[in-house]
């Protein structure tokens, strides 16, 4: 890493962060959820959905624009259907429902191979890839996909923003095939706006073609963009475009009114979240080659791909599994100077003492 | 259109190409869903995966190679999960393997909200978008990947092919909301193998970036193509590693060797087929806002999405849907002059009569 990274202690930073959703109105329970799922955002080297994102969009969509209600119960639907589930989670604080409903998901794929929740009037769950690497941990091919708060992406060969970022998660058991679990996990856009949030922190460019200026127009400067774009044109949109239709099936309102303070007349403004999680043994047909068992056979098929001349690929989760050992040899989270500066401006806020690198 | 195209009854064409199957040795419901699939693609435009296709990938590694085995039984596996099915499908045809795949999982999530059937030793089915649009239009959110038959795309930031062009396909059951199932329906290199092949039929051009030669340089000429690249960078990398780390769960084997008439040793050289459909209400949280329906809230938020300045933008499943009303309104398949011409040396070679426009 060219840029110096400070390392924190996780303990002190979960204490912070917990504290500042305490002081937010969060239950004890909530804002731990909070702090751990920051953390394990930090962990694996993701620096655009850390706890400075999570408070930032507390403040914008949050506990004081009422977007999120510090508290709030999860409503567990009737449904007939046995192997999915359906909530209302009243806009409960996003990490405390998405950990809920990984782990809801887990209990009904242990019993019918493949398990569903999805959730109404939710909040912003920060991280999806946080939830599909700790189920894939557990030994489960996990999945999530949420509405993104904003409409910031114009539709393919559009003009407006009318779509969410939209990202998607999988995560799969393959720690003991290849000693990390594969994380595929990005927003649908070329960016996600948190990514345009850190390079305009740090002072860089975007790359070219990835997002647009008040006047519809290309722009590389972070400070001006208003709008991104899907990445590979319709494929991309179609995956957008995904998140959206699952949204306006559980009951999302339009993606122009989400996120909005004062949506217009009975317009919903929240996201809507969706996960779902398959036994690793509900797919197995048992028949491996060459006396394979299906961990080996995974990890065979994963060094044919990437053998014959494709050694230098990465796989997703990769950069992830190689920050989280960083992390651990570093012994805490890592933090740039920019941001412990401002994780510093949040503790001084509430009366605490700084954290210091260690 | 500026190609000209010929009107041919549906029905003529279905009795050519389950004949130019029964003459291979399926048996008569195998050679009928074969047609009935090779028509459903023509309906609704799809030039790269019609009857030609099907029948050139029987030649290539159907029952003459060995990959595909007529008259073959599909064994449904045991397993101790309820709303999940495995079978091994003997290399049965794809298609018949897929329509029955798709029924299952159907009334797997009539019961459960949600259907998987998983299917080992399978031979291609053809064209994903023909099942999520069928069960789309009965009301089911359709959903199925598989492994393609070779080994064609270039891992991002590899050298050698080592991956299908995995393709994904998703259905919406938005008929009553907008007119028209919204179909999601890609391979995950740039271009599909079947397009490249479309395009040195007609002698066009490659867009630039899609495809390699022989000494890995991109190349626009289809006759020279060696190996795919996947569409937008990492995300499509990761789209298409998702089909061979499933398939590899169920019991694929290594993907260079798949497809291949004699795989090393004991390796095998099938691909897999993922088939789930989602019961629409077992996802509905019921509360949707101004008092919509799901149905009604469906269509209000696509309207939303292509709103605002959007109104030229296409949906996924657009092209499709138009294409089935120009056949519609033509009374029958439409097929261009040089793909008429092949037909009809099939015919030939059947002794048949040839296929004549209406």
Known sequence: MSETMHPIDRQAHNDLVAAAYEARGFLPDEAADAAEMAAAATWHGNRTHNALKALHLDDLFGSKAGGCVPGAEIEVLDTRFKASEIWNSNRKLGQSVAKRGMARAMELAD?????????????????????????????????????????????????????????????????????????????????????????????????????????????????????????????????????????????????????RKAPTADEKSTPSFFFQIIHPDAISGGAFACGRDQKANVKAVIENILGNGNEKCMLPGQPEAEAAKRSEEAGGLLFSEAELKELNEIAAGLGREPLKPM
Chains 1, 2 share one sequence.
Request: net charge negative; with cysteine.
């Open 111 to 259: 019993e019918f191979g493949v398990g569903m929740v999805s959730v109404d009037n939710a909040f912003h769950y920060l991280w999806g890839g946080g939830y599909v690497i700790e189920a894939a941990k557990k030994g489960y091919i996990a999945y999530t996909n949420c509405t993104a708060a904003l409409a910031e992406v114009v539709p393919f060969m559009g003009k407006t923003p009318t779509l969410g970022t939209n990202p998607h998660s999988w995560g799969f058991p393959t720690t003991e095939a290849i000693g990390f679990p594969i994380a595929i996990d990005w927003a649908t856009s070329t960016l996600a706006m948190g990514r345009v949030q850190q390079l305009a922190r740090e002072g860089k460019e975007l790359p070219p073609n990835a997002a647009v200026d008040a006047n519809g127009q290309f722009t590389t400067d972070p400070s001006k963009v208003v709008a991104l774009v899907p990445f590979g044109a319709h494929k991309g949109y179609g995956m957008s475009l995904i998140n959206e239709i699952v949204a306006a099936f559980i009951g999302g309102s339009l993606p122009t009114h989400r996120g």
